[in-house]
């Protein structure tokens, strides 16, 4: 502490000693016990930054850390974006081979954001990546597909160059490996040139085949670039599931062909609309990145006013809307939940379905919503029959339109949960093979979910909204999930882990706007992906917080703007304490007070070093 208090009245107090005046000199770093700490630089030693001596001194800087084995060169050399060449020589299909080309050049757009700041240098390596995908020719995120990659990297002295070969099953797992070689390079802000691992071996899968993020851009509109910018932060961080949740009771901001009347009524206004151009876009970018798109329409509850829209021919679409107090027939204003009775209903369901599985390409895995559904709603309108009972009746009716939508029904068709799922193994049986739950509430405790795959997306530990406060509550909402909070929570332990598909961290965006989308996400949201795909019993140690805090430097070389971890990080923080310690040698010889002088215990300075290093 009272190092930190002579730090601040440092900074406030004007030197004039000479000693004092000159620039320190720059710092190097040194790789002591796998941790980097700073020195003074002297002709006797090497310059090295703090950038590249993380990279070659820690055993793992991959994020998320593979499952397999890995050997990594303690050497490296320059490089530069211009000098990477592609080598496809196998691929399944035409469509996978042209995915390859388009994901090697948005790597090498990568590198070229990484390099922005480099200097001039005249011995770059020439980098060629050869490339193998010899299963699958679809190259589609779907359930069922390969992540499993190896990354080989050796140097060709004879040639000056270094040669890449990335081996998969699908093209998925190329662009992962893809990613990985991405992050065996760094810019040298001494050298002033990227530099690359010379040498490395990596053998990587999943633990979990479904690893995502839940947007919600309902409550509030999100520029699509906002999107495609968190597609491109999902996968540094190798996530896989872009989960859309589009539409809610404020807003749909959804424009689709088959219904336009559902933005014209439904969204905040004509520029806080999704058209179909751009949700071709965001899809191309996220294929590319090796990331499906489920958009979910939330129904039947959730709905509002987009679905206020019927006539005399049709009916009534939508019942209770508006009602008061909202708190009694609704989750949150303005209410409205859509009339299980109505046919036509189900009609613009499918239609709905239809256009949503041909914008995305999402064919095997779909969502429902199907949560928070207001029984007096539905008991008021419909006296004698039990809400639960119309509940069945309405999930019946929606899979049957699904399957017309589709073809046939997805692989996996997911529901919130909520006390009317439970009945689905009672009521729906013929559907367990292909209905899924997505958990939010840790209270569902195993016997309650068995037999059925499941998503965890549990509110307590995941949930990126929590802390953030509530726009309807006056008691501030749960506490604020943190990274470690994030990292450490491993749910399947205590289920049946066979039908465990993976988890999704949450956003809603009832208090969220564009300005704050990236700090928000990142890095908590890094912190979930390396637990989804690696999942150590390891917890939130030091040496994970180390990791992390450089794959929180690529995000921000990549266009993210990611939370600090603490003041300016922990590397600031060791070389601050540094600088006073050199500082101090000075005023110990020359400061004087009361005609005492100015001592100081240099253990509680090395004290310091040790808690913050």
């Keep these: 502490m009272f190092s930190y208090l002579f730090f601040i009245f440092l900074t406030n107090f004007r030197i004039s000693h000479s000693d004092l005046s000159k620039n320190l000199p720059l710092w190097t770093w040194e790789c002591v016990n796998e941790r980097c700490a700073p020195s003074r630089p002297s002709p006797e030693k090497k310059l090295q930054s703090l950038e590249t001596c993380n990279m070659l001194c820690s055993s793992m800087h991959i994020w998320p850390q593979p499952t397999g084995p890995v ?95 990335i081996s998969a099953q699908s093209f998925c797992g190329a662009r992962h490996g893809f990613e990985t070689l991405l992050q065996l390079i760094w810019l040298d802000p001494y050298a002033g040139c990227l530099l ?26 999100f520029p699509i670039g906002d999107l495609i910018r968190t597609i491109d932060g999902m996968a540094a961080s190798k996530l896989n599931t872009f989960h859309w949740h589009i539409s809610d009771s404020q807003a ?16 905040y206004s004509n520029s806080d609309i999704y058209t179909t151009k751009e949700v071709h876009s965001l899809v191309r970018r996220a294929t590319l990145r090796g990331i499906r798109v489920l958009i979910e329409v939330d129904t039947p509850a959730h709905v509002g006013y987009a679905w206020n829209w019927g006539s005399a021919d049709i009916g009534d679409l939508l019942l209770c809307i508006d009602s008061e107090p909202w708190s009694d027939f609704c989750h949150e204003p303005p209410c409205g939940q859509l009339n299980p009775r109505n046919p036509h209903v ?64 997805p692989n996996l068709t997911l529901l919130w949960t909520s006390p009317l799922s439970e009945r689905i193994k009672t009521d729906m049986r013929e559907y367990i093979r292909v209905l899924g739950l997505q958990v939010r509430n840790t209270a569902w405790v195993h016997k309650q979910i068995i037999g059925l795959r499941t998503i965890f997306s549990h509110e307590d530990n995941w949930d990126l909204n929590n802390g953030m406060g509530m726009w309807h ?139 913050f290093c």
């Design 473 to 611: 509550e006056s008691n501030g909402g749960a506490p604020y999930n943190s990274w470690q909070r994030v990292y450490e929570h491993r749910p399947w332990v205590r289920s049946n882990a066979d039908m465990v598909e993976g988890g999704e961290a949450t956003v809603w965006s009832s208090v969220l706007s564009e300005d704050g989308l990236d700090g928000h996400l990142w890095p908590r949201t890094a912190a979930l992906a390396e637990r989804l795909w690696t999942d150590r019993a390891e917890g939130a140690t030091r040496p994970v917080h180390a990791r992390l805090d450089v794959h929180r430097s690529r995000l921000i070389a990549r266009g993210s703007k990611p939370l600090h971890f603490g003041p300016s990080g922990a590397r600031k923080i060791v070389l601050h304490v540094f600088k006073i310690r050199h500082i101090l040698h000075l005023l110990l010889k020359h400061i004087k007070f009361k005609n005492k002088t100015f001592h100081i215990n240099n253990a509680c300075l090395k004290n310091t070093f040790i808690k």
């Design 71 to 165: 050997s990594l060169s303690s050497t490296a050399v320059p490089v530069r974006a211009d000098f990477f060449q592609l080598q496809i020589l196998t691929a399944p299909s035409k469509s996978v081979r042209e995915h390859l080309q388009k994901a090697f050049e948005l790597l090498k757009s990568d590198l070229k954001k990484i390099q922005k700041n480099a200097r001039g240098f005249e011995e770059w390596r020439t980098v060629n990546i050869r490339v193998f995908v010899n299963e699958s020719s679809d190259p589609r995120m779907r359930i069922d597909t390969n992540e499993r990659y190896k990354l080989f990297v050796r140097p060709k002295f004879t040639s000056r160059s270094i040669t890449v070969d």
């Design 196 to 221: 690359m691992l010379e040498a490395a071996d990596v053998e990587d899968a999943p633990r979990f085949k479904y690893r995502g993020l839940l947007m919600d851009t309902a409550r509030n509109y």
């Design 346 to 409: 189900y009609e613009i369901l499918e239609r709905i379905y239809a256009e949503i599985i041909q914008l995305t390409g999402v064919d095997d895995l779909f969502h429902l919503g199907g949560d928070e559904v207001s029984e007096r709603c539905w008991a008021q309108h419909f006296n004698y029959t039990d809400p639960l009972d119309l509940w069945v009746e309405y999930t019946r009716s929606s899979l049957e339109r699904l399957e017309y939508a589709n073809g046939k029904l």
């Design 252 to 267: 749909f901001p959804l424009r689709l062909v088959s219904t336009p009347q559902l933005s014209e009524l439904g969204a």
